[in-house]
């Protein structure tokens, strides 16, 4: 009885894990609607960053504040990726817009789990439009990220009108931003973590012969 009271309180605990967002908040910098301007232009703006520990991706979103114009909320569709750095792949995307979830300064939208891992180096972006209502902060004076998120500069894309492509300019280390986009995430459990949930499976199964 005790055993199997043990298995079910760590399956209880590791379900109850809650998403993290990655940046958490930011202060300062300057609003924008698109890098690039123009009526038309189309750019994806972002940021690098790597994981402490593998973690999986459930959410893509961006900003949802004007603080120009008093504005809460979205008022366009955005589609958001995440980039593996070193190959350009996209490894996952989504649209986030009005219809979608907010958490604090952000509204999300859910993706499947993807995994990041510890070794990687990415970059999210987000596609603005100079005429979609919306707006991003560039060069934040600080940043609060997640501890287990390190920021790695803001990117922005070679010339206007690109579309939804990987943004290969980097601002560098030092520039806060370009903080449109952001994701939620979840740790990938540690693999004590899982054998004691197989554990609790194999448990509660003898229990019920």
């Known amino acids: 009885m005790k055993t199997t009271m043990f298995a079910l309180l760590a399956v209880a605990g590791a379900s109850a894990v809650a998403n993290a967002q990655a ?17 038309v232009a189309d750019d ?3 940021w690098r960053f790597t994981v402490n520990q593998d973690v999986f991706v459930t959410g893509l979103g961006v900003w949802n504040q ?11 569709d955005h589609q958001v990726g995440i980039w593996d750095l070193n190959t350009g792949s996209l490894l996952v995307t989504a649209v986030a817009g009005p219809s979608g979830t907010a958490v604090g300064a952000w509204t999300y939208t859910s993706v499947a789990d993807t995994l990041l891992s510890s070794s990687g180096s990415y970059v ?13 902060i560039s060069s934040a004076t600080s940043v609060t990220m997640d501890p287990a998120v390190n920021f790695g500069g803001g990117v922005f894309p ?15 280390a030092t520039s806060r931003g370009r903080f449109g986009p952001n994701f939620l995430f979840r740790p990938v459990p540690a693999p004590g973590a ?10 509660a199964t003898r229990r019920r012969r």
């Open 124 to 136: 999210i972006g987000a596609l603005y439009g100079a005429d979609d209502g919306d707006r991003y």
């Open 23 to 39: 940046v958490q908040g930011f202060t300062g910098g300057t609003q924008f609607g698109s890098y690039y301007g123009g009526l």
């Open 158 to 172: 070679a010339a206007a009108d690109l579309g939804f492509v990987l943004p290969t300019q980097w601002s560098g």
């Open 194 to 203: 899982i054998a004691v949930l197989g554990l609790g499976g194999l448990v």
């Open 66 to 76: 004007d603080t120009q114009a008093g504005l809460e909320g979205l008022t366009s």
């Open 44 to 46: 994806v703006i972002g």
